[in-house]
């Protein structure tokens, strides 16, 4: 299956600002799962410069940085195409450990996921929202773990609107 996707981040600002050098983390994977078709990057104001590296985890990041001069507003403005290549999304086998929530991880994943627990600093400001709808999905499920992806799929879908065209 071939997905378009479009995505554009408006900033603007009070008052004129020099803009910064930014990390752009829009660049959707390729790999056994998922084929990279095209990626389109638009920025307004045009960098002075930008750089494709990619990070720890093997994910494509953007280095962009602008001429000194001062601006209102940075819109970043991404296009893909990508397809899925996986027929079989339940081609998976969960760990004894991970298929109950909460998660009772072994000390071996601990030490390899530690960073992920702590999280960023935005991660304490995310939205209770979030937090809550995972809590009632998994309560509906009894926190089966394969029961509760389907069921916030499911949710994530029905709540979403998709627009078919070229």
Known sequence: MQFSIAHSTTYTYSQPVI???????????????QGLRSHRLEISPVPLGQSAVNDFEGNTTVKVWFAPQRERQLVVTVRSQVETLCTNPFNYLLEPWAQQLPFNYPASVLNQIQP???????????????????????????????????????????????????
Do not use: K, M
């Open 116 to 166: 992920y627990l702590s999280g960023p600093p935005w991660r304490s400001s995310v939205d209770g929202s979030v937090a809550d709808l995972a809590q009632e999905v998994s309560q509906s499920v009894n926190g089966n773990v394969s029961q509760f992806l389907t069921a916030l799929n499911q949710r994530i879908c029905d709540g979403c609107d998709y627009i078919f065209g070229n």
């Open 19 to 33: 803009l910064e050098p930014h990390v752009l983390r829009l660049t959707p994977r390729g790999d056994g799962h």
